[in-house]
């Protein structure tokens, strides 16, 4: 997979706001005959700066976006033409940006408790509608403090740790088909690697008919989901589960375990583990296997060991390169 390359700190960005202020610019004559709609909530009478978003206008603080977005910070700096497009007296800027997305990042701007609306139960789709729109505005305009509260949430469902994968499993969160494949287009577009092999992972149990007539995957990313299917159940069969799949006893074994463990899964039960893996899963019914204390110890070591060899090698079932690779480019 080439390496995601972090969201641009766009010159054009400035470039493309300041000419929209230029009265001589075509464009910014054309904003200018286009009807233009006061924003209800985010038109303050004492703002500084008039931002126009899909015909929309947010009078709003420019200290107050300096202060969250670098890319608004510089904006400022940058000198004005002499003849500059005005809104109500201030300074006019037009972004091209979802109005829906930038109003989300109003409220979290001026309601300093925003974040807390969204409850620890809140169901995987909520939450991605919640954070998407805060999520692409903060990457795009560098606004750290906020895309770092998005990443965080995101990722107490998405982790990247086989610890945190532990903590989620055992957690019981349910996960949606529908809900799940809106998470990849999203962190792509906004560069947060760290939560694709686990969302990856988790469509790799959608089934093959769904994931090939879902709307919202790209074909390759159908493509990624379905050769990683294979990729996890040859993992499963190998490394984290071979006790259950085909079990040879220890060399130390005082029990003749070979021939007394029982045969747990029939072949529609392994029919179905090949559609839908989960080496991730942790065995605990070792009881029900029979078998005696050395080979249960070696088969445990081996489920144990064998998880986190899977979760090390996640990113590559599914082309994303490494977990180093991961963590740089998301960093970076």
């Keep these: ?101 930038f109003v989300d990042v109003m409220r979290v701007i001026y309601d300093a408790f ?23 505005i903060s990457t795009k305009y560098s606004m750290q403090q906020l895309r770092n509260k998005c990443i965080a949430i995101i990722q107490a469902k998405f982790p990247s740790t086989l610890k945190g994968c532990d903590e989620v499993l055992s957690r019981g969160i349910q996960y949606v088909p529908s809900e799940i494949v809106r998470i990849i287009p999203l962190a792509r577009e906004t560069t947060v690697p760290k939560v694709l092999p686990w969302a990856f992972y988790l469509c790799a149990h959608i089934s093959v008919d769904e994931i090939l007539t879902n709307s919202v995957l790209s074909w390759r990313d159908k493509a990624l989901c379905l050769a990683g299917k294979e990729r996890l159940w040859e993992a ?46 942790e065995y605990t019914d070792w009881k029900s296997l029979m078998l005696c204390p050395k080979c249960q110890s070696v088969s445990e070591m081996g489920h144990r060991d064998g998880r986190e060899r899977v979760w090390d090698a996640l990113p590559s079932f599914f082309h994303l390169g490494t977990w180093e690779d991961i963590c740089k480019d998301q960093n970076c």
């Design 1 to 101: 997979m080439p390496p995601l390359a972090p969201p641009p700190r766009s010159d054009s960005q400035l470039a493309v706001a300041w000419r929209a202020m230029d009265g001589s610019n075509a464009k910014a004559k054309t904003i200018a005959e286009v009807p233009i709609a006061r924003h209800p909530e985010f038109y303050f009478s004492d703002g500084s700066v008039v931002i126009i978003v899909e015909r929309t206008a947010f009078r709003v603080h420019q200290s107050v976006l300096a202060r969250h977005s670098d890319v608004f910070n510089d904006m400022w700096d940058v000198p004005q033409p002499n003849r500059s497009e005005t809104y109500d007296g201030c300074p006019m800027v037009v972004l091209s940006d979802s109005v829906m997305d």
């Design 114 to 136: 925003h974040f807390d609306k969204l409850k620890s139960d809140t169901n995987l789709s909520t939450l991605i509608t919640f954070v998407a729109g805060i999520l692409r």
């Design 236 to 281: 499963q069969k190998k490394y984290t589960h071979p006790f259950l799949l085909d079990f040879k006893q220890c060399p130390q074994c005082t029990g003749a375990c070979q021939t007394r463990v029982p045969r747990m899964l029939k072949i529609e039960n392994i029919e179905n583990l090949r559609m839908s893996p989960h080496p991730l899963e």
